[in-house]
């Protein structure tokens, strides 16, 4: 056991540690509020379902040493996408709707990343305004109903006996994320490109499609995420998603995956979904402010930053 434990490297495990940590931690002084109550564990895993959608492409983003800051933008007008499409046409077309609007946010950002070569955090946070404001623009800011049950049950919803539906989706995304990232000859290339795009080019790897992919598929799970919300949420607003994409960025680092590239896990990105989502659940029992949790969650992105760079050296 004593042997066991001198080889775990808890450094490069840190979320799961922290996972436990704080588990234990809230376990102890928030048990009388409820928070190992078995609905409030699977109301965390519900609220870190989304973040694990988004943040399952957003793995492979970092790790080819991109960022992606428009997620939770185009979540948000993925969801009135689909709304509308729904309210007019039907729950295909309404499907079909949101997912052009993550293929056309992330043709625009792959083809300026990868073709054009300017820096993803210029290109995403252009892409961040253009989506929320043309979401505002076709809504008035107003909130889109969906009636649509059917629609409101598979896309996050529903609940199969106790269990939500939510959580299948996260549970698909992240088998599909992990084969990907250690199975498959993308995931490779995509670290490969992460840790030094010049000898990837050399070794015969397509660097501009690999980053290129990356950031289409990073919206396109956002755009799925936005229908998530909606489903969720029954209706569309341009809000759904707001700062989403620190939530997802932190849970990525935090999970393991370099800020610098090179290095991912979506297994760790899932754990630190969860840890965020765990830590926002124990505040609000806790019964901290709004501004109080920004600040608390803040304070964990930058020693989630620290962490990586430490890793890093």
Known sequence: ????????????????????????????????????????????????????????????????????LSVGSIAGLSSVCTAMAIANYGIIPGVLAGLA???MCGFVNGFLVAFARIPSFLVTLAMMGVAVGIAQWITASAPQPILNQSYNFIFG???????????????????????????TRFG???????????????????????????????????????????????????????????????AVILGGTALSGGRGSAAGAAAGAVLMAMINNGLVLAGLSSPQQQVVRGIIIVLAVVLAKRSDD
Do not use: H
Request: charged share 10%; proline share 2%; with cysteine.
């Open 157 to 183: 919803g529903g609940d199969i006996g106790e269990f939500p539906v939510l959580i299948i989706w996260a549970l698909v995304f992240l088998v599909f994320g992990v084969l990907v990232l250690s199975r």
């Open 188 to 250: 490779k290339y995509t670290l490969a490109v992460g840790a030094n795009p010049i000898a990837a080019n050399y070794s015969g790897i397509k660097v501009p499609r690999i980053r290129f992919a990356v950031m289409m598929a990073s919206s396109v799970c956002a755009a799925i995420a936005g229908m998530l919300y909606a489903g969720r949420l029954q209706s569309g607003r341009y809000q759904w998603g707001n700062g989403d994409e620190m939530n997802v960025i932190a």
């Open 1 to 68: 056991m004593i042997t066991t434990l001198k080889k775990f490297d808890f450094r490069k495990n840190i979320v799961y540690v922290g996972v436990v940590l704080i588990f234990i931690f809230f376990s102890i002084f928030l048990s009388s509020k409820g928070f190992t109550s078995g609905s409030n564990l699977l109301n965390i895993l519900r609220q870190s379902s989304i973040i694990v959608v988004m943040a399952m492409a957003m793995t492979f983003v970092i790790g080819a040493a991109e960022i992606d």
């Open 101 to 103: 609007v993550g293929i």
